[in-house]
């Protein structure tokens, strides 16, 4: 995609208008086999295909080093729009789209590697994928200190889009698990020896994400790859820069399914001739309160936010009432519709199962109200 006057903002990237028609463009060529990658537990090839000859992936890479140079705002759009067409789609990309703008933070602060990954990303193609989801604080993969570097022993789950991924960003416990332990945060290339993908992703929603399990057999991470360290069963250090660049694309997401579910149940309804009932306007007054908090969240924490509790909690509180809003609408577009959402055909029933899969993301609801209360 070539990038002209018209295109882009006062900082030179994309504008809201373009990422959001880039999503529609990825989400056309998604939508066609969304069922079928539901229904076989299949990867959404079709929409990575499309997201690599459009550079999706390469939204928040800043112009001068080859991407789309996207802010958070702008790509926040694009992913609830994707998701519209393509959940799976939409989840799986959020992995390494966060993870992307984690790299642009870490390089507005000197990372001596930050750019090289960014310049992966705009000019080859990496695709970035976490194991954040798996264990979270208090990792129980192993990291044992060798010379030049670690051995990394131990098993992720939930790590999406791996089938595609050139690198994952993980996170070992130096020496055994424990409150007295320190944490390595690292990234590691998937064709590193000792790495194994095992197929398990077999569940509920999302089933287009591929989000399979990696095993480390004393994989050996270079001491440089190691970008952070922090105490074990702490949300601090690159984890807090990750959850704060997750949260509002995560929202985005879920809020994104509901939109698609409540123009799928005003599409049903209007071709019965009855169209403009209160549960329509429901779903569409919940949608419009928490699009409003997301935004407002995003404008809160600013371009380049600060890795504190504050833009935590910010980010936390909305993506909370995001995904819980996306749940709730969605469960009233197939109470409107009635049996015919009950069928596997229905682009509702599988919305259902898909949107349920928010509140499992870090913070959980209930662990963004503990974090307000802290």
């Known amino acids: 995609m070539t990038l002209t006057p018209e295109m882009t903002t006062s900082t030179g990237g994309i504008t809201a208008d373009e990422a959001v028609a880039l999503a529609t463009t990825v989400g056309r060529a998604a939508a066609p086999h969304e069922a079928a ?34 802010g958070m705002r702008e790509v926040v759009l694009a992913q609830r729009e994707l998701a519209r067409w393509s959940g799976s789609a939409a989840l799986a990309s959020t992995m390494h789209l966060y993870l992307t703008f984690v790299q642009c933070w870490r390089r507005r602060r000197g990372a001596p590697d930050a750019e090289g990954v960014l310049r992966k990303v705009a000019g080859e193609g990496l695709v970035m994928a976490t194991s954040g989801g798996s264990d979270w604080v208090c990792p129980t993969t192993v990291a044992t200190e060798v010379e030049g570097g670690f051995r990394f022993r131990g098993r992720k789950e939930f790590c999406t889009q791996s089938p595609v991924a050139g690198v994952l960003s993980t996170s070992a416990t130096l020496g055994e698990p424990g409150p007295d332990a320190v944490v390595l945060h690292a990234g590691v290339p ?29 994989v050996f991470v270079p001491a440089e790859k190691v970008v952070g360290r922090r105490p074990y069963g702490v949300l601090a250090g690159p984890l807090l820069v990750a959850a704060i660049h997750f949260a509002p694309l995560c929202g985005a997401v879920y809020l994104g399914v509901a939109d698609g579910a409540c123009a799928e149940a005003a599409r049903v309804l209007a071709g019965r001739g009855a169209g403009g009932s209160r549960q329509l306007g429901e779903m569409r007054a919940r949608l419009r309160v928490a699009w409003w908090a997301l935004h407002a969240s995003v404008d809160e924490i600013g371009p380049d936010p600060a890795a504190d509790d504050t833009a935590l909690a910010t980010v936390m509180t909305a993506k909370r009432h995001a995904v819980l809003e996306a749940r709730a609408v969605v469960d009233i577009a197939l109470e409107a519709v009635g049996g015919a959402a009950f069928f596997r055909t229905s682009p509702l029933e599988r919305a259902y199962r898909d949107v349920r899969g928010g509140p499992f993301h870090p913070l959980t609801p209930e662990a963004t109200l503990a974090l307000l209360d802290r």
């Open 190 to 218: 998937l064709s590193a020896p000792g790495v194994t993908l095992v197929e398990t992703w077999d569940t509920l929603g999302m089933r287009g994400t591929a989000s399979h399990s990696l095993v480390f057999d004393d």
């Open 37 to 70: 990658h539901d229904r076989d537990g299949t990867f959404v090839t079709e929409a990575y295909a499309a997201m690599g000859e459009h550079g999706y992936l390469r939204l928040p890479v800043p112009v001068e080093l080859g991407g789309l140079g996207a």
